[in-house]
């Protein structure tokens, strides 16, 4: 995606330190948004909405729409993600090698969205849970012994934000998986104990 960009002269970046956020009103205009490094999240807040919701978790690579007026990208980690304009996307899709590129990764992205929202299924918070981490680890996780290591600043309220589960919920859910061996704190770390050929399947 990298290289592709390059042909895009001028376009503009954005740096987000970690823990920063941009909301919609300070965002320059947009079609798409890539994530050239770091790690930055989507949430929304609408009108009436008891609890802002994570939308979506986007690392190197990944494609976003410009937030809507409700939501805001925040950043989890060091991140600089680079503005394609309207203009520069009709540039890259005249481009057969940059709209095949493009295409991959607005379809990985919407294989992560289905995979969020299939989460909602389980009626059980602790399911819930246990496979939002599950799909977290596979995007961005570490290979390490006895499991896949998370370095991202996984609150548990920030988790419920993912789940739809309130703060207290997912404290508990975090206990049970702790309790069965899954999940393991390591510092502001999280270790699950998972084989990197399960979570590949």
């Given at each position: ?181 899954f999940v393991s704190r390591e510092g502001r770390a999280y270790r699950l104990a998972v084989s990197p050929e399960a979570l590949a399947s």
């Open positions: 995606m990298s290289r592709l960009l390059d042909r895009l002269e001028g376009a503009p970046t954005l740096a987000l330190p970690a823990g920063s956020t941009r909301t919609a009103a300070r965002m320059p205009e947009a079609a798409l948004l890539v994530v050239e490094e770091g790690i930055v999240l989507v949430s929304s807040l609408r009108p009436g909405a008891s609890r802002r919701m994570v939308i979506t978790v986007a690392g190197p690579g990944s494609v976003l729409l410009q937030p809507a007026p409700e939501e805001r990208l925040e950043a989890l980690a060091d991140s600089w993600v680079t503005v394609v304009s309207p203009g520069a996307l009709r540039e890259l899709l005249a481009l057969p090698e940059a709209a095949a590129v493009l295409v991959d990764a607005l379809a990985a992205e919407l294989r992560e969205r289905q995979e969020s929202l299939g989460h909602f299924s389980s009626v059980r918070h602790v399911e819930r849970v246990r496979d939002k981490l599950l799909q977290l680890a596979r995007d961005h996780g570490k290979v390490v012994p006895g499991g896949v290591r998370l370095d991202l600043p996984l609150t548990h309220e920030r988790v419920g934000e993912m789940v739809g589960s309130a703060r207290e919920t997912v404290t508990w859910a975090f206990a049970e998986l702790a309790r069965e061996g």
